[in-house]
């Protein structure tokens, strides 16, 4: 009898998350998908993931909070407590928030954007530990390549919370391994997600002139990039950033 895998999904609704879930997603697997509190849900994207996936279950809360992300992760235990540990916990938490010049911070400003780039997916990863397999477990956290350089054009304040959470991947792969949890990260570019908003074309744009692959990326490139990461295939991969920029960087 086949085993079946447990996939834990945090970030899910957007479109790297969807993507991710969507490859993940066979008749081997349950999925579980966790999405914000304001989020709506696509219900046709989701019954694609029900149609591949063995089992599945999606709840909804406040990840920026403890108590929220508590709620949460009872619900989950509720509702899938047959299923065991999870072998792979992805979180692809993240948003932008409103461009503004350094010289234009605020104390909420800033608060807004740490608490959606940083706090949320580490307090979900903090709090859902136990819920990893040990050992043999895999976290796969998504920050930016703005957390390695820096990023202009209003958006500091995002880029040094990226690159909190890509400390984040260092300092739990050094306290996850006595657990056999492997932690990893992945630092997209140039994606073609909403997630640019109103930038999206100049993105496009963008990406053609600076990467080598004269392209912006898609959710799909990253969705197959953490599935890799995640699989058996990358046992000797741990506490890492790898970067999927299409050559930007260079």
């Known amino acids: 009898m086949e085993q079946i895998e447990n996939v834990l999904i945090a970030g899910a609704s957007g479109e790297i998350g969807r993507a991710v879930a969507l490859r993940l997603a066979c008749s081997s697997r349950r999925i579980a998908l966790v999405h914000g509190p304001n989020t709506q849900v696509d219900e046709v994207w989701y019954q694609s993931i029900a149609a591949k996936a063995a089992e599945t279950c999606i709840v909804g809360g406040n990840l920026a909070?403890?108590?929220?992300?508590?709620?949460?992760?009872?619900v989950l235990e509720e509702r899938t407590s047959s299923w065991g540990t999870y072998g792979r916990?992805?979180?692809?938490?993240?948003a932008t928030g409103k461009?503004?010049?350094?010289?234009?911070?605020?104390?909420s400003y800033l608060n807004e954007i740490?608490?959606?780039n940083f706090i949320a997916p580490a307090l979900f990863i903090g709090k859902s530990l136990s819920l990893v397999s040990q050992p043999g477990g895999c976290i796969v956290i998504l920050g930016s390549i703005a957390g390695n350089?820096?990023?202009?054009?209003g958006s500091a304040a995002y880029s040094c919370a990226k690159a909190a959470l890509h400390n984040l991947v260092y300092s739990l792969a050094k306290e996850a391994k006595d657990k056999g949890i492997r932690v990893v990260g992945l630092a997209?570019?140039?994606?073609?997600?909403d997630f640019h908003g109103e930038y999206r074309e100049?993105?496009?744009d963008n990406a053609k002139k600076a990467t080598m692959a004269k392209r912006i990326g898609s959710a799909e490139e990253i969705a197959a990039i953490v599935d890799f990461l995640s699989s058996k295939h990358c046992e000797y991969i741990w506490g890492t950033?790898?970067?999927?920029?299409g050559g930007i960087l260079l």
Not at 241 to 245: F, S
């Open 65 to 74: 909070d403890d108590q929220g992300v508590l709620d949460v992760l009872q």
């Open 89 to 94: 916990v992805i979180t692809c938490i993240g």
């Open 99 to 107: 461009r503004r010049a350094i010289s234009e911070w605020s104390g």
């Open 114 to 116: 740490l608490r959606n």
């Open 149 to 153: 350089t820096g990023s202009g054009s």
């Open 188 to 193: 997209p570019g140039l994606i073609d997600t």
């Open 202 to 204: 100049r993105a496009r």
């Open 241 to 245: 950033i790898v970067t999927a920029d």
